[in-house]
């Protein structure tokens, strides 16, 4: 058994242990062959020394991000602890780059490692997958990312597209015009838009088309220049309808394209675009590839449990 003592110089010994020891307790259930005493700016800690050095980095990346950001919650302490790779746990989580600010002063940033990743993957690449389950944030960050670039006069507009394969053949069905029926599956993006861009702009934006939110079958014949153009639940494109999207890529375009793969509602016989594209491209220079998993749920905890679960028994 070693034993060794950690001085707190440059973070707040109180924001580090939080409520009634809350994170202190949380560091210590994942390091369970450790003894581990806190008192003040000390932390003493007891065990083997391979575990010891395992929580010296672990601690040091805790300690780093607790400074910089002069707080700590759950889910940033979770990403620490849970991330394998240290270095880049400590060199992601203390980017604190706002993407943009929304209306009434709203912080929009990445949240999580793989979000971050997204970012700099956006950053480097015109053409980036985001792939992940449901609530990882991916295309709420890339209609960040997509506002930002337009707010910077970066490009001239901003293309939202999604299959709407959920509607089937009942479309035809429902109430409205083309726009009406076709709306609440574009819902979720209208959303991400709402918390980004003033009312009264985002309403002169969707009727000057600026922005324009569109159902994938529109994007067909179009060359998409100048734009910032989104892709989501794109697992449900067919292989024939994703080549379809990823050639439209028109001068200074910039693709993100987000899905799924464990919720394709395609009919069985047909293959997810999707999927075939992640195969098909990978490996391609200027491609990029995130990949976005349970640590990067930002909705009820109970989400990311559920998806936990779903993982393990597939």
């Known amino acids: 058994m070693t034993q060794k003592v950690f001085e707190l110089t440059s973070a707040d010994p109180a924001q580090l242990y939080g409520p009634s020891n809350t994170y202190l307790k949380q560091i210590g ?13 000390e932390i003493k800690v007891t065990g083997p020394e391979e575990t010891l050095e395992e929580f010296e980095d672990k601690l040091e990346a805790i300690v780093a991000y607790v400074s910089k950001n002069k707080r700590l919650d759950d889910r940033a302490l979770e990403e620490l602890i ?38 700099e993957s956006a950053m480097t690449n015109d053409l980036v997958f985001a792939i992940g389950p449901a609530g990882t944030g991916k295309t709420y960050t890339a209609v960040a990312l997509a506002v930002a670039a337009l707010k910077n006069r970066e490009v001239r507009r901003i293309i939202m597209t999604r299959p709407a394969v959920e509607a089937g053949e009942n479309l035809g069905f429902l109430p409205g015009d083309l726009k009406e029926k076709l709306d609440p599956y574009l819902q979720p993006l209208y959303d991400a838009l709402r918390d980004m861009i003033p009312k009264e702009k985002l309403e002169f934006y969707l009727e ?14 179009r060359t998409l220049d100048d734009a910032y153009v989104i892709l989501d639940e794109s697992q449900n494109t067919t292989t024939s309808q994703m080549k379809m999207f990823l050639t439209r890529m028109g001068e200074n375009a910039r693709f993100i394209i987000t899905g799924d793969t464990s919720q394709i509602d395609l009919p069985k016989h047909q293959k997810s675009g999707l999927k075939e594209a992640i195969t098909t491209l990978n ?13 990067d749920v930002i909705r009820h905890p109970l989400v990311k449990k559920i998806i936990t679960a779903y993982e393990k028994k597939d």
């Open 82 to 119: 849970q991330t394998k790779d240290t270095a880049r746990t400590k060199h992601t989580m203390l980017k604190d780059e706002v993407i943009l600010h929304g209306p009434q002063g709203r912080i929009i940033k990445a949240k999580t490692t793989n979000q971050h990743k997204l970012v």
């Open 29 to 41: 259930a994942h390091f369970p062959a450790l003894k581990i005493v806190a008192r003040g700016h």
């Open 283 to 295: 490996g391609v220079k200027g491609i990029g590839f995130v990949h976005l998993d349970g640590r």
């Open 208 to 221: 000057n088309r600026t922005i324009e939110i569109a159902p994938l079958a529109f994007m067909r014949g």
